[in-house]
């Protein structure tokens, strides 16, 4: 059974950083790993993924540069982090895992309950 749980989530100011932790439980070394978000009143959506060895990431388009994905194997650990962030990127943040590379929401098996991050002034 895999378990996911987030950390990290808070409020910061525009243009600053936030790092998330995703601490995995079960066979999640095979997994890959993607980080989803949902704002208010709109669909989950995908963030970022980073396949089963690191070798491999995706990001959605407007996050470019800006977050970034990484995995600790020793830890268990998924990271995002986040920086020069925007109003735009307040949301709830969720850690996922499934077998096999997916940037779809529908395609994910595993996930986390969820941290808060809001960007405001």
């Known amino acids: 059974q895999v378990q996911l749980v987030e950390s990290g989530g808070g409020s910061v100011q525009p243009g600053g950083s936030l790092r998330l932790s995703c601490v995995a439980s079960?066979?999640?070394?095979?997994?890959?790993m993607g980080w989803f978000r949902q704002a208010s009143g709109k669909e989950r959506e995908f963030v970022a993924a980073i396949n089963w060895d690191g070798s491999a990431t995706d990001y959605l388009d407007s996050v470019k540069g800006r977050l970034a994905i990484s995995r600790e194997y020793a830890k268990n650990t998924v990271y995002l982090q986040m920086n020069s962030l925007k109003p735009e990127d307040t949301a709830v943040y969720y850690c996922a895992g499934r077998t096999g590379h997916s940037v779809w929401v529908r395609d994910y098996e595993y996930w986390g309950q969820g941290t808060q991050v809001t960007v405001s002034s």
């Open positions: 079960g066979l999640t070394s095979t997994l890959t």
